[in-house]
């Protein structure tokens, strides 16, 4: 679930610490002349050590709600917040020690990783057109950074996200027949497994945004006048536009984390189990009554048919999703500038 929390901006080292941040849009970034040029400063190196872990830890929350929002279609914004709580004050933090143990590494590695592989293909690219050799560096750049961070963070985040599942929708259920039975716990070492993919596809969209989609916005004229602020400015707007694609795909991550048939079907049937969730989750379902007006009343019913129409659903989840960005970038900048000024 975040969740690419690193991968969405949160990224110290590349956004404060490596001189690619001072590059123009699209141009590729200049190989460091060792390893060490490529670590972040001291400071950040606490906030990402440090900081990274508590405030991953401290929204667990807000990343419960995404997953309970992923299995319940019908439930408010502030339905899904009450849900998480289910059981206690302490059921919001119900499976958020994994992903803030794995955030330490998380947080001080992704950024290097970029980098090296930034620099890395660079070399073996050569020389092109600023904009489209600087895009092809940016994007695969970001792919494998994005893998890296799902197989570090896989394991922890579908745990996590199966936690909270059974806690608010098995063991403190309102649907007492027993049809709901509890999800099987991944193992923290789990590398890959159902969702992986949708999880990597949010990681990356979460890179490209910071690594290509902010670095173009700060170079428009009409956003100098912003100063100083403006990076922050430009990574905060380009995550939560992002969002809009992320939230989704996000959700579709905790549905299949969290849905124990997706670990015996075949691919074939895991992407029609995919797109039905997608399809249900999303988009408004036609009436009845204008699909029987097209079908042969002798046959058996037709499946629910769904128009293009989004629903109020995508608004919630986008909603959540945000919140969860926004809040988490918050917390972690104020950390990190505390500890940069606390140690001039």
């Not at 707007?237 to 549905?255: E, M, R």
């Not at 009554?289 to 079908?295: N, R």
Request: with cysteine; hydrophobic share 40%.
């Amino acid at each position: 679930m975040v969740e690419s929390e690193r991968a969405v901006g949160f990224d110290a080292t590349s956004q404060r610490a490596v001189a690619s941040n001072s590059l123009p849009w699209g141009a590729a970034v200049p190989a460091a002349s060792s390893w060490r040029d490529k670590l972040p400063d001291k400071p950040l190196l606490i906030s990402g050590g440090v900081g990274g872990p508590f405030v991953i830890f401290l929204c667990t929350p807000l990343r419960n709600a995404l997953t309970l929002g992923s299995r319940d279609k019908q439930s408010t914004m502030r339905g899904i917040y009450r849900k998480v709580f289910r059981g206690g004050p302490q059921a919001g933090w119900i499976g958020g020690v994994g992903p803030g143990v794995i955030a330490c590494p998380q947080f001080l590695a992704l950024g290097p990783v970029y980098h090296m592989l930034s620099s890395s293909l660079t070399g073996v690219l050569g020389t092109g057109p600023a904009w489209t050799h600087g895009l092809a560096v940016s994007v695969l750049s970001s792919l494998g950074a994005s893998f890296c961070e799902t197989v570090m963070t896989y394991g922890s985040q579908s745990r996590n996200a199966q936690m909270a599942y059974n806690n608010s929708f098995v063991t403190f259920s309102s649907v007492v027949d027993g049809s709901r039975k509890k999800v099987p716990l991944n193992s923290m070492h789990h590398v890959w497994g159902p969702g992986a993919g949708a999880m990597m596809t949010r990681n990356f969209l979460s890179v490209m945004s910071v690594r290509t989609l902010s670095p173009w916005l700060r170079q428009q004229p009409s956003l100098q006048f912003l100063g100083a602020a403006r990076v922050t400015i430009c990574d905060i707007a380009s995550s939560v536009a992002i969002c809009t694609l992320t939230a989704p795909v996000h959700q579709l991550f905790n549905f299949l984390a969290t849905t124990p048939e997706a670990r015996s079907v075949s691919r074939v049937e895991k992407i029609q189990m995919a797109r039905r969730f997608l399809r249900e989750q999303y988009f408004v379902p036609l009436p009845r009554e204008e699909i029987l007006t097209s079908v042969d009343l002798t046959k058996p019913l037709p499946e629910k048919q769904y128009s293009w129409r989004i629903s109020r659903v995508a608004a919630r989840d986008f909603g959540m999703r945000t919140a969860y960005v926004t809040t988490v970038f918050a917390v972690f900048m104020s950390i990190e500038r505390a500890l940069c000024e606390a140690m001039r």
